[in-house]
């Protein structure tokens, strides 16, 4: 079946401590997104790729970096520098062309939590 | 646009009634909309979208109104059950880079 898989559903990182987490897509998408989701609010854009080997920043970019080495993958590094990150970590892909049917797919999130 | 920071509004329906979602978009370029459920501890799913040359669209229970004059955009949920319950996201894409700009999220509670 095509989808988008994130993992871990879970993540428990001790302060100071870099984690990556996981996005993977076999729906041949251009595009693929990661966004942040504190609890009761929207989605905030962290970062995006509309092709391998190249992302750009989204609106909340600092203390996150991205790679797009291949098609199908887009992991999320949350590094020491961002000062707040638990949250709700959501990663989408969607075509680019504006024929296409260009609504975004979501994964299933990864809820990261700082102890 | 996105409201960075604020909580999400609320809306409160009877079960059985129906349900009527608003959501004010932000770039006039913008010409694809579309509507997203997230129900608690899951990504966003797609419920249905619209082009900037429809004004309506219809699906199984639900209904997109698109009101290009005034930038606003409608889901409407007919006779709302208990698993509608979830917060709903408007997205609209257009302008130059083609990417997708959210709206702030509407909390559906249905009442017994």
């Known amino acids: 079946d095509g989808g988008i898989t994130q993992s871990p559903k879970y993540l428990f990182r001790k302060e100071g401590q870099n984690v990556t987490l996981s996005c993977e897509q076999n729906?041949?998408?251009?595009?693929m997104y990661w966004y942040r989701q504190d609890p009761g609010q929207g989605l905030r854009l962290i970062y995006y790729?509309?092709?391998?080997?190249?992302?750009q920043k989204g609106d909340i970019a600092e203390g996150y970096s991205v790679s797009r080495e291949k098609k199908e993958s887009f992991p999320l590094t949350v590094t020491s520098a961002q000062k707040n990150p638990t949250a709700f970590y959501l990663c989408?892909?969607?075509?680019?062309?504006?024929?296409?049917?260009?609504?975004?797919?979501f994964g299933q999130g990864t809820r990261l939590t700082v102890v | 646009g996105e409201s960075v920071g604020l909580h999400l509004p609320t809306l409160s329906v009877q079960e059985g009634d129906n349900s009527i979602i608003n959501c004010a978009y932000s770039?006039?370029?913008?010409?694809?909309f579309i509507w997203y459920k997230q129900e608690s501890g899951k990504g966003p799913q797609f419920i249905i979208d619209?082009?900037?040359n429809m004004d309506k669209r219809q699906g199984q229970r639900v209904t997109v109104l698109l009101n290009k004059t005034v930038k606003h955009l409608s889901l409407q949920i007919a006779a709302t059950q208990p698993g509608d319950s979830a917060v709903y996201f408007c997205?609209?894409?257009?302008?130059?880079?083609?990417?997708?700009?959210w709206g702030a999220g509407t909390k559906l509670i249905i009442k017994p």
């Open positions: 997205a609209e894409k257009g302008g130059s880079n083609y990417q997708l700009i």
């Open positions: 989408a892909s969607s075509f680019r062309q504006r024929e296409a049917g260009t609504e975004a797919f």
């Open positions: 790729s509309q092709i391998v080997n190249d992302f």
């Open positions: 729906l041949n998408h251009d595009a």
């Open positions: 619209i082009r900037s």
């Open positions: 770039n006039s370029a913008s010409d694809y």
